[in-house]
């Protein structure tokens, strides 16, 4: 629903730009300390000073909102989710608390591929109803743009349904978050292509990619590029593939094992390299060259007690970092955002304002929407978030605890507590 609102005595808090920001450039915030945001029919018309007519409080088919002094910053973007699937994995969990890897229970039947069963046991409306649950909890977090992935069909027909819920998502008029779909179908190897991952590769290539073309049910395709997944040469093919069917990439990158995938996103001119835990330093460089925007994903590397990707060094060598929950059934059963954050900042060294950028523009620019989201500026979308503080410093400080009190969705005000 796109509205018309005017917020006033707001502390504005906000990066500037319509491309993501790099290195240094991440700290750089942009203040106004009473100001004023108008959005009209969704879109931001006016941010500024305060003016003289918000005295008398009244313009009309204009909604306001004294915002007290409070910070209002760019609502969050989750660039990197796969929030779309059926079951849950809690025994898995429990057998990784006890000392099993993640990729050994891979390795034996279990992980991705039990998540692939449960899904393709669903309806379109139970998965549907699911994710739509998933989305309500994330407005209340502030996030007002979400990327979702599918990868846990790996048949024609799940792979679709996953894609076409995410589409039904987007559509519904009542949405409170935008849904950015990325197609995933190598996100692990299916039973029936045991033995024949080229094949797979093959498969996905012709009869995968030009369906999702034609219904326009994907912006971005992704690659779980992972020894023992998915090779650099076959990532390299089927990205370039997807380039060539107009869709935007992303990757999968050197989550576990240090493959080379930050290298190949640079060389394929990706929209951004995903996970990094273990980039090499040359990979590292490489983004930094080519702009790749290397999201980083700490709730990941948390729940599955890894080390933390090399965030701060990230941003002194010039990369754009986005940071992303990586919600998803298997590695990473949470979509919080203030943990996100507070991990980035505690254990990956972002100062808060890296983290703001992060969550925000460089979230966008990781969606190819640096242009319309992740800032708060006139002709974007009126997409905020508005903390109970003056004060932005307060977002690692709440450890786990969320402290957004009000989503705005395109002039929709939402009042999370
Ligand atoms: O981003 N690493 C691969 N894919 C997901 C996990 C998927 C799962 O375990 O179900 C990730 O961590
Ligand atoms: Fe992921």
Redo the contacts with the bound molecule.
């Keep these: 629903m796109k509205e018309n609102l005017i917020i006033f005595n707001a502390h504005i808090v906000t990066p500037l730009g319509s491309s993501a920001r790099k290195g240094e450039e991440m700290s750089q915030l942009h203040h106004i300390e009473k100001g004023t945001i108008e959005i009209t029919n969704g879109l931001i018309t006016y941010v500024g000073p305060s003016r003289n007519n918000e005295k008398s409080g009244f313009r009309w088919g204009y909604y306001w909102y004294d915002a007290q002094g409070r910070c209002v910053l760019p609502g969050f973007v989750d660039s990197?989710t796969?929030f779309v699937f059926g079951g849950e994995r809690s025994e898995e969990f429990s057998r990784r608390l006890k000392g099993e890897s993640y990729m050994s229970i891979m390795e034996n039947g279990g992980g991705i591929a039990a998540t692939v069963k449960a899904t393709r046991d669903c309806s379109f409306e139970q998965l549907r109803t699911r994710a739509a649950t998933f989305l309500k909890k994330m407005t209340v977090m502030g996030i007002t743009t979400v990327e979702g992935?599918s990868g846990y069909g790996l048949d024609r027909e799940t792979e679709l349904l996953q894609l076409k819920v995410m589409k039904s998502l987007n559509n519904d008029e009542r949405k409170q978050v935008d849904v950015v779909s990325t197609f995933l179908g190598a996100h692990a190897l299916p039973q029936e292509y045991v033995g024949r991952s080229d094949e797979y590769i093959d498969f996905l290539i012709n009869e995968m990619l030009p369906i999702i073309r034609k219904e326009n049910l994907a912006e971005c395709c992704d690659v779980f590029c992972e020894k023992g997944v998915f090779s650099i040469e076959q990532s390299r093919k089927l990205l370039q593939a997807a380039k060539e069917q107009g869709l935007l990439l992303k990757l999968?990158a050197d989550e576990i094992v240090s493959l080379g995938g930050a290298e190949l996103a640079a060389e394929l001119g990706a929209l951004s390299a995903?996970?990094l835990l273990q980039a090499s330093d040359e990979g590292i460089r490489r983004m930094a060259e080519t702009g790749v925007v290397a999201t980083l994903?700490p709730l990941?590397a948390f729940a599955l007690k890894e080390p933390y990707a090399r965030g701060k060094e990230m941003i002194q060598a010039g990369c754009a970092v986005a940071l992303a929950t990586?919600l998803?059934p298997g590695?990473c059963f949470s979509g919080s955002i203030p943990l996100t954050i507070a991990l980035a900042c505690i254990y990956m060294q972002l100062s808060v304002e890296e983290a703001i950028t992060a969550l925000t523009l460089n979230g966008a620019a990781a969606l190819n929407r640096a242009d319309s989201i992740g800032s708060i500026e006139v002709g974007k979308k009126g997409d905020l978030v508005i903390l109970p503080s003056d004060k932005y410093t307060i977002l690692p400080y709440y450890v786990g605890m969320n402290c957004v009190d009000v989503t705005v969705k395109e002039g929709m005000l939402y009042i999370n507590n």
Aim: charged share 25%; aromatic share 0%; proline share 0%.
């Design positions: 990197h796969h992935k999968h995903d996970h994903l990941t990586d998803n590695s």
